[in-house]
């Protein structure tokens, strides 16, 4: 009977700091729109450019925080972008309180929280294989996608909670207290000294570990896959609250339902990852998510015909349940294949993927406003099967275990 291996207290440091610190973050995602409709009258269009100020990190400073990550202590890093996180949140409280807050404020208050945010993302990733061994990496990654996963699946309802309960300032209070408490985990962790890295220019470094993740044969089918996949999922989700409403005739709270099936893949799958790395072979793990991907998408289209709720939960849970696999898994092919000093820059070009999510949306809203919400389903399947081909007829998926890690 296989156990599941005992990861050391350092790493439970990071693991408690990683679910606190994405809790303090989806509390906050989720009180800023309400603060924003509720507390200063702004309409669709402003909550609009609103979200686009909570999004736009991810893509402009992923790279600096991998250079970073690169170059000085990540524990340090980490908290020092949490402490950034719990000024700006407070500084919203403040302004409310002394009825300065407007619009603009919140909006460029916000956007510094998720640049903590950011930093914090792409330094985590680097700092496990300092702490657990080579062989405990898979349980150590699913560790922290379950806290991750939690936070994503209970942070938004447990927000709107606290919005109803306290009022939306002071759920920005709450956020960051969680904040503090993610960089006071940290303060107790042991992370390993690193040689100093040599002084180059900053591009060059970018360079380095663009070339590496561009030049990987494993690498590279992984980040092409990542970014159609988010190009995919964001092009479905564009559409998708009209068409519920329209074709599966669901009401507010049978939206929310069969979206919150999302997170219960993503917990579900989360929760199996350990067992399902150690019975399949490693790289048929990694085309489990984007297969289950392109199913996923299958049964949504499906509903085109049968336009049924369940089909569409369903489809959500295997969104979630599936994709969760592969992030588990290509985060640990890409600590194992990359060397110590480059890891906070691939984590970062990994993060760039991102970038795909407005373009999903974009597409979203021109096949939508053109040819309707079914030929949006239409598209993203066929977007959701060629991230499959890709992953599919890569190297990747020859893998029959964990590949052995690079020396730094």
């Known amino acids: 009977m296989h156990r599941t291996p005992a990861l050391p207290t350092g790493f439970h440091r990071l693991a408690w700091s990683n679910l606190v610190a994405q809790s303090a973050e989806q509390i906050a995602l989720a009180a800023a729109p309400i603060v924003a409709v509720l507390a200063l009258g702004v309409g669709e269009g402003e909550t609009g450019l609103l979200q686009m100020a909570l999004t736009a990190p991810f893509v402009l400073f992923a790279i600096p925080a991998g250079l970073l990550a690169d170059r000085m202590p990540r524990r340090l890093l980490m908290a020092s972008a949490e402490a950034l996180r719990a000024l700006a949140l407070l500084t919203i409280v403040l302004a409310f309180a002394s009825g300065m807050l407007t619009l603009p404020l919140l909006a460029a208050l916000g956007f510094t929280a998720v640049c903590g945010t950011v930093v914090f993302s792409v330094a985590a990733p680097a700092l496990v294989p300092s702490l657990v061994a080579p062989a405990h990496l898979a349980t150590a990654n699913a560790r922290i996608e379950l806290a991750r996963t939690v936070a994503f699946a209970a942070g938004p309802a447990l927000g709107g909670m606290l919005v109803g309960w306290i009022g939306g300032v002071p759920a920005f209070g709450c956020a960051a207290v969680l904040s503090l408490i993610a960089a006071l985990c940290l303060a107790g962790l042991g992370e390993p000294v690193r040689a100093p890295a040599p002084s180059r220019h900053p591009l060059a470094d970018l360079s380095e570990g663009a070339a590496f993740v561009l030049r990987h044969p494993l690498l590279r089918p992984v980040f092409v896959t990542q970014f159609i996949f988010n190009t995919a999922h964001f092009l479905l989700l564009a559409v998708f609250v009209p068409y519920a409403v329209h074709r599966l005739g669901l009401a507010a709270g049978g939206i929310g339902t069969v979206l919150s099936m999302f997170g219960v893949g993503m917990v579900c799958g989360a929760l199996l990852a350990t067992r ?23 049964v949504m289209a499906l509903t085109t015909i049968v336009p049924s709720p369940l089909l569409a939960a369903l489809s959500f849970f295997l969104l979630g349940a599936g994709p969760i696999l592969w992030v588990i898994s290509t985060t640990t092919l890409r600590q194992s294949v990359t060397p110590a000093g480059l890891l906070g820059r691939v984590s970062a070009i990994n993060i760039l993927s991102y970038g795909a999510r407005p373009l999903g949306s974009l597409l979203g809203a021109i096949i939508g406003g053109r040819y309707g919400a079914d030929a949006c389903l239409y598209v993203a399947a066929a977007i959701f099967g060629l991230q499959a081909l890709v992953i599919l007829t890569s190297p990747a998926i020859a893998i029959p275990q964990q590949p052995a890690p690079q020396p730094a």
């Open 276 to 298: 399902v790395l150690r019975l399949l072979p490693f790289g048929t793990v990694i085309g489990l998510g984007p297969v289950t991907g392109f199913a996923a998408a299958l």
